[in-house]
């Protein structure tokens, strides 16, 4: 769910720029891609056996910032911007509380190995 998020606050940056609010654009634009990243992270961790509580937390905390600012900016914006900035604020809060939740559960639980496996 993370890396869909990730591209989604990426396109809301680069949409964001356009209309000149750089602030909610640059804070999208690096916690979007800083999530991706962690994603990507966590999934070669997670393949590896290990923990990717780390990255999940980092994703958690990269779409709980995307979130706070797109919502305390919704009072000053109109428009298509305010549209772009409210789906963002949702999108998220929706993230940040499932990689709380997956954090919470227990996270992913690693790759079962096969039993005919040398390792």
């Known amino acids: 769910m993370v890396i869909p ?16 609010l750089t602030n909610i654009a640059g804070t999208a634009l690096v916690a979007g891609a ?15 056996g290990g923990s990717s509580t780390t990255y999940t937390l980092t994703s ?11 919502y305390c900016s919704l009072d000053l914006l109109k428009g298509l911007p305010y ?18 939740y997956n954090v919470a559960a227990g996270g992913n639980p690693p790759p079962k190995k096969k039993k005919g496996s040398a390792e």
């Open 5 to 20: 998020f990730g591209g989604a606050a990426v396109l809301g940056a680069v949409a964001l720029f356009f209309f000149n």
């Open 34 to 48: 800083t999530a991706i990243a962690a994603s990507v992270l966590s999934l070669q961790e997670w393949k590896a």
């Open 60 to 70: 958690a905390a990269c779409a709980a910032a995307v979130a706070y600012v797109s």
């Open 83 to 100: 549209w772009v900035a409210a789906v963002l604020a949702v999108l998220g809060a929706a993230c940040s509380v499932f990689c709380a």
